[in-house]
């Protein structure tokens, strides 16, 4: 609408400037070698208009005709780059089907067409792949080393060919270069992460844990439990070069990034205890129990008084119930002790609350003993025991991939994966292939001082 207004003003303007003109008595002559031309001023004005626009004319054919080679070429140019971009689409759509033949042939028209550029290497790659052709694939990923912008595809390329054919050197060095390269990329952090723990660099793993959170890849309790881990490795490895006190240092700091961790602190106040420092491993321990109450715990709090009485040990272990009361391993743990220390009112009496509480089958496994100990028939105590078999399974070291019960905290599962190994209760089945023991009971597989302790104990009771 502003546009035809405008049109029409401006048409306007010139209709009546045309009018003014003609109507302008003004007359122009021109001399030249004796002659002499006049004529009106609208004429001449219109003369000068039409000589103007003729050789605007000419000079506009002139440069069509001088450019139409050039034009010419930039078009079979557009069009050759057409084709080849619709042979790179239909190439890549093919590799992605599977269709190996096509996605081959399409790649050498789109190199004929586009040249060697990022996405026909790509395309190039990825069919010698669907060919088997490994060497043909490694060398087209390496030709996009060259440029910034196809840099981290082809290290990705390489990456996972090194991962395919079992180089974990090559490929930790290819993760190393493209963690540099774009560290915001999950890909490459996560890969780095799990070959530097798999090949036990704990150290330079604990410098990209941090970065799992930030990329989605874990969460923020999860990376803090892979610090502890870490950190817990580590420590392990000062510990066998006998470096004590850095291996303590490790395990505090393991401590404060997952104050549950069990093996840490079992070694920690191994370490401690070591060292001298009997408080420390006292308050490690303690600490520990009142997050994760545990048998390990349990067996390590009585490992800082060898050779104890077990009256004396149980009265030692009233510091454990006071940071824990309710859980139900405390109850387990002093009832055990209970046990030995020939007091079974005490015993029996936590066991029944522990049972009330939906306790697993180690508290029915503990009742049958105490029935043995206290001189009851067999068929009492293989009732108990039969009781044990229906009961919740017993926490264990737990694989999550194969759901496997491990005797022991591993730090990476049976598939190989890291931390993949937690405390947990197994499936029944699994709880009765691989029992855990008692941690007073059975002490590194043998009956010492169970056996001793279960004949005083039948001589108070026959007393």
Known sequence: ?????????????????????????????????????????????????????????????????????????????????????RALGEGLLAAASGNASSARALASQARRLLGETAPVLLLEAQAAQLDGDD?????????????????????????????RAGDREQALELARRAFRRAPEAPWAASALFELLTGAQRWS????????????????????????????????????????????????????????????????????????????????????????????????AYADLVPQERPADRLKRFERLRARNPEHPETRLALAELSLLAG???AARALLEEAVKANAPA???????????????????????????????????????????????????????RFAAVRWSVPPKVSALALPPRPPFLLVDGRPEPAESDRAETAAEAAA
């Open 1 to 85: 609408m502003i546009r035809a207004i405008l049109f029409v003003l401006f048409a306007s303007l010139v209709a009546v400037g045309a009018a003014w003109l003609a109507d302008l008595p003004a007359e122009v002559a021109v001399f030249a070698e004796g002659y002499e031309i006049r004529t009106s001023l609208a004429v001449a004005v219109a003369g000068v208009l039409l000589v103007a626009l003729i050789a605007l004319v000419l000079f506009e054919l002139v440069r069509l005709f001088a450019s139409a080679p050039r034009r010419f070429a930039r078009y079979r140019a557009q069009r050759r780059l057409a084709r080849g971009y």
């Open 135 to 163: 060497r043909a694939a490694a060398e087209s990923f390496r030709r996009m080393l060259a440029a910034p912008e196809s840099e981290l595809t082809g290290l990705k390329g390489l990456l996972g060919q090194a991962m």
């Open 204 to 299: 330079e793993a604990l410098s990209v844990v941090d970065r799992l959170p930030a990329l989605g890849l874990v969460s923020a309790e999860e990376a803090a439990r892979y610090r502890a881990i870490l950190l817990h490795l580590r420590a392990l490895d000062f510990a066998r070069e006998t470096r004590w006190m850095d291996a303590l240092k490790e395990e505090r700091k393991a401590l404060r990034a997952s104050p549950g961790f069990v093996p840490a602190a079992v070694t920690a106040a191994r370490l401690a205890l070591r060292l001298g420092r009997l408080r420390e491993a006292r308050r490690i321990l303690e600490d520990a129990w009142a997050i994760t109450p545990h048998p390990e715990l349990a067996r």
């Open 343 to 345: 007091r079974l009112d």
């Open 362 to 416: 180690r508290a029915y496994r503990l009742l049958a003993e105490l029935e043995r100990a206290a001189g009851a028939s067999a068929s009492i105590v293989q009732g108990w025991l039969a009781r044990a078999g229906d009961a919740p399974p017993d926490p264990a070291w737990l694989c999550e991939d194969t759901g496997e019960v491990l005797p022991e905290w591993r730090p990476f599962s049976t598939s190989g």
